[in-house]
């Protein structure tokens, strides 16, 4: 049973546009959420988080959000650069839990020239 | 340099032939993590340590061993590899609570069982 789920196993989008990828979760006791991205042959590096007392975090052209009633995140890349692409994972996790996190199964993202 | 290093890189072994796959970090991190990544699947966590001495299985630990007898180290064992062991592996750090949950990921081992 997947607690964070992303359905989009790719996407494509022309450079400049806006990229909006997707992440759903089960586990209504997560309240801390990541975003990591990852080139081929790298380990996935962390892009950007969010906590659940927020429902917006933004850090240059990246940014997260979080809707909890629905439980649902989204990461939006504005300006889209070819750079990214990337497979881009969702992450979860219980605050305070040893567990660590729960990733999603990744959607990637091409950029097109 | 902060960093998370496995070896070896590329691993082609045959079924039962025990291997061990290495983690170190130079963070001085408390916890880490080993996960594996298949197609559509993602990455799921194999077995994780909050400290020296302290592990605990993760999503996936069948068929896998692992030891923290060092904080700066977490290697994965593998006692009779079997062909669905065949995955790309990856070591994880992170200091912990708070901000600190982002892990930090070693560059992946692929494994081949044949």
């Known amino acids: 049973d997947q607690q964070v789920k992303q359905n989009s196993p790719s996407l494509s989008v022309q450079e400049g546009r806006i990229s909006i990828l997707n992440c759903d979760y089960t586990?209504?006791?997560?309240?801390?959420f990541l975003w990591y991205k990852k080139y081929p042959a790298e380990g996935p590096t962390f892009l950007i988080s969010i906590s659940s007392i927020k429902d917006k975090n933004e850090d240059g052209r990246f940014t997260v959000f979080l809707n909890k009633s629905a439980k649902h995140l989204s990461l939006h890349i504005v300006p889209s650069q070819p750079g990214d692409s990337a497979v881009y994972f969702c992450?979860?996790?219980?605050?305070?839990?040893?567990?660590?996190?729960?990733f999603g199964s990744g959607t990637q993202l091409t950029v097109l020239p | 340099e902060a960093q998370v290093t496995q070896n070896p890189r590329y691993l082609i072994t045959v079924t039962g032939k025990k291997l061990t796959v290495t983690c170190s970090q130079n963070m001085n991190h408390e916890y880490m993590s080993w996960y594996r990544q298949d197609p559509g699947l993602g990455l799921r966590q194999i077995y994780y340590?909050?400290?020296?001495?302290?592990?605990d299985k993760g999503d996936v630990p069948e068929g896998y061993k692992v030891s923290r007898k060092e904080k700066r180290n977490f290697p994965l064992i593998l006692e009779s590899p079997s062909p669905n062991q065949t995955s790309l592996y990856f070591c994880a750090s992170n200091a912990g609570a708070g901000a600190y949950y982002e892990q930090y990921f070693g560059p992946g081992t692929r494994l081949t069982v044949t």
């Open positions: 992450a979860a996790i219980k605050t305070g839990s040893a567990r660590q996190l729960t």
């Open positions: 340590s909050m400290n020296v001495e302290v592990t």
């Open positions: 586990n209504s006791m997560f309240d801390y």
